[in-house]
C-alpha cells in the first residue's frame, strides 16, 4: 500500500510563491514515476509537470518558467515549486504515482497513474 502526503499549500497574494512537497510512504514496486495535478471546481483534473524516473521533466505550457518539478529520491519526496502565482493558479493540487511506465505522450493524464494524495488547497487572491 502506497501512501502519498501532500502538504505546503496555502493563500498567497498574485505574484507570490508556494512550495508543495509529497511524501511517498509505504510499498511501491520498483522505480516510481511521478506527477503533480491540480483541479478547480468545475474543472477537469489537470497534470501540470511529471518527472520520470530517469528525471526527465515536462510541464504544461502555462505553468513553464513559473513551477519547477524536482524530487528527492532519498527522502521520497516530490516537489513543486511555484512562482508569479496568479488567481489562475487557484486549486486543489494533488501529487500522483506510478510504478508503470507512462505512455510517451501520457505523462500528465491521470489516467496513467494508480496512487493518488489527498491534495492541497492553493489560493491565489489578486
Known amino acids: 500500500q502506497v501512501q502519498l502526503a501532500e502538504s505546503g499549500g496555502g493563500s498567497v497574494q498574485a505574484g507570490g510563491s508556494l512550495r508543495l512537497s509529497c511524501r511517498v510512504s509505504g510499498y511501491i514496486a520498483g522505480p516510481y514515476y511521478m506527477a503533480w495535478f491540480r483541479q478547480a471546481p468545475g474543472d477537469e483534473r489537470d497534470g501540470i509537470a511529471s518527472?520520470?524516473?530517469?528525471?526527465?521533466?515536462k510541464y504544461r505550457d502555462y505553468v513553464k518558467g513559473r513551477f519547477t518539478i524536482s524530487r528527492d529520491n532519498v527522502q521520497n519526496t516530490l516537489y513543486l515549486q511555484m512562482i508569479d502565482l496568479g488567481p489562475g493558479d487557484t486549486a486543489m493540487y494533488y501529487c500522483?504515482?506510478?510504478?508503470?511506465?507512462?505512455?510517451?505522450?501520457?505523462?500528465?493524464?491521470?489516467?496513467?497513474?494508480?496512487?493518488w494524495g489527498q491534495g492541497t488547497q492553493v489560493t491565489v487572491s489578486s
Open positions: 500522483a504515482a506510478t510504478s508503470r511506465r507512462p505512455a510517451p505522450n501520457y505523462t500528465m493524464w491521470h489516467r496513467e497513474y494508480d496512487n
Open positions: 518527472i520520470d524516473v530517469e528525471g526527465n521533466i
